[in-house]
């Protein structure tokens, strides 16, 4: 990896590290300013604390990520939606290489709600969104800056949930949220439609 | 999330923030001793350096990672394999429970190739393996350790690589791969196969 330049290792990290999920990232400046964007270096690491991570990336051919680390650095807050098939088109239109100070929600027309815990709204059709603080932000590059941060709220839409048995918690319905994760290259996406089930299998194995 | 628990935050995040990529990973203690583990809290964060995640939970119903977080903390040194569908089952069957000290790779038959620049062998049948160090480990909470792995070395199967044109060097056949993703539950995966693309916009928009 040490004899490539970053644009040909991100080439072959973008072709070969898939399905990924896709964060859908909102933030709001001081001054209201509210910027909106998709990240696919992103998952889960853990749930004590419930964190997540972005690997955001400034000045790259097929993602600017630096307005959203911006605002990140100045609030230390942002919501993360979960993006369905459905909000696929409004998902990709925020993937614009838009100036600064342009409104991605308004130019996409994406409708919000505001938050309980923090100041960034969230996107009002989204499956699942996520409220979320900075827990750490780790300046890993030139133009790489890895943000984890602390889930404080979650909301689900209640159409995704099925009621459980008496005394017990909803259950979540995940395959009717139709989430996509990003594929290979600048522009390919994965249905979560073909899926199977591997039992996970229990110590100690049966005798041969 | 402050009123959960955190096994309850744990299903929310499994069963919404999918599809998550799966990180194989094999490690090597300084005593030679081999450990095999799947995790899918796992991502790619940017190319300069070349950074990935791993997060790691101990003592955890679905998958202890106690053996890889503390074989990483011993040497620094783990590959990550990514995982197609012809090696499921075998990658199914190292997220067994088995105790300290059983070799996973021996158990699932699965053979491996020296790395190049780091001690823990590489799976063979991967189409895909990073050789990666320690970039940096975060203590994130009482069970949980966040890896930052720094990509030092790259291998992809020859059958996936398609010879680029004069001059050009060759593409990865991504599809052909099938790699498959982790979905929700406790052993829910996705293939490859539905995808699709969008385009991503340029700016300025045509006018309406």
Request: charged share 20%; with cysteine.
């Amino acid at each position: 990896m040490a004899d490539l330049t970053p644009s040909e290792r991100y080439r072959l990290i973008v072709n070969t590290v898939t399905p990924r999920p896709i964060a859908w990232v909102v933030t709001q400046g001081k001054d209201g300013t509210r910027n909106c964007a998709p990240f696919s270096f992103f998952n889960a690491l853990g749930d004590d604390p419930p964190l997540i991570v972005l690997g955001l990336m400034a000045n790259h051919a097929t993602g600017d990520a630096k307005d959203t680390a911006r605002l990140i650095r100045e609030t230390g807050e942002f919501t993360i939606a979960l993006v369905g098939e459905a909000d696929g088109e409004a998902m990709n239109l925020t993937a614009i290489d838009a100036p600064p100070g342009i409104d991605e929600l308004e130019l996409a027309r994406i409708a919000t709600l505001p938050s309980l815990l923090i100041t960034p709204p969230r996107i009002a059709s989204a499956p699942v969104s996520f409220e979320c603080r900075t827990w750490q932000i780790i300046d890993a590059g030139p133009r790489s800056t890895v943000v984890l941060g602390e889930i404080v709220a979650m909301h689900i839409d209640d159409a995704f949930l099925i009621p459980g048995a008496a005394g017990r918690p909803p259950r979540i319905d995940t395959p009717a949220m139709k989430l996509i994760g990003r594929q290979h290259g600048a522009g390919m996406y994965v249905r979560n439609s073909d899926s199977f089930e591997m039992k996970r299998v229990s110590w100690p194995l049966p005798d041969d």
